[in-house]
Nanobody, 125 residues
Framework: QKQLVESGGGLVQAGGSLRLSCAAS????????MGWFRQAPGKEREFVAA??????????DYADSVKGRFTISRDNAKNTVYLQMNSLKPEDTGVYYC????????????????WGQGTQVTVSS
């Protein structure tokens, strides 16, 4: 399992932006799929975005609720994955978790083997 550490959460007004970061340990980061999930109080953890790999190409995948507003990216030299969140809405509030999985892992959180501790994002109206 990899150690994952998220950062960048905070309090922001609706319409604002935040960028989350997730730093991973180990030397095999570039071969992994990386995902972001979130969990609001009283709700189940839900998929937000993933960057999965087929052969040597990375492909993004987004939940419909964030498509066009959020962008997932990665810097393999820094073993870090990012989630740029723009046009934030109060319903984006929750604890955001990053996760690492096998290269083709996308939306199913059961397929992710490593998780970070989470970072709180609060969007005020």
């Amino acid at each position: 399992q990899k150690q994952l550490v998220e950062s960048g959460g905070g309090l922001v007004q609706a319409g604002g932006s935040l960028r989350l970061s997730c730093a991973a340990s180990g030397r095999t980061f570039s071969s992994l799929a990386m995902g972001w999930f979130r969990q609001a109080p009283g709700k189940e953890r839900e998929f937000v975005a993933a960057l999965y790999r087929i052969s040597s190409v990375y492909y993004p995948d987004y939940a419909d609720s964030v498509k066009g507003r959020f962008t997932i990216s990665r810097d393999n030299a820094k073993n870090t994955v990012y989630l740029q969140m723009n046009s934030l809405k109060p319903e984006d509030t929750g604890v955001y978790y990053c996760a690492a999985g096998d290269p083709k892992t996308r939306r199913d959180y059961d397929e992710y083997g490593s998780w970070g501790q989470g970072t709180q994002v609060t969007v005020s109206s």
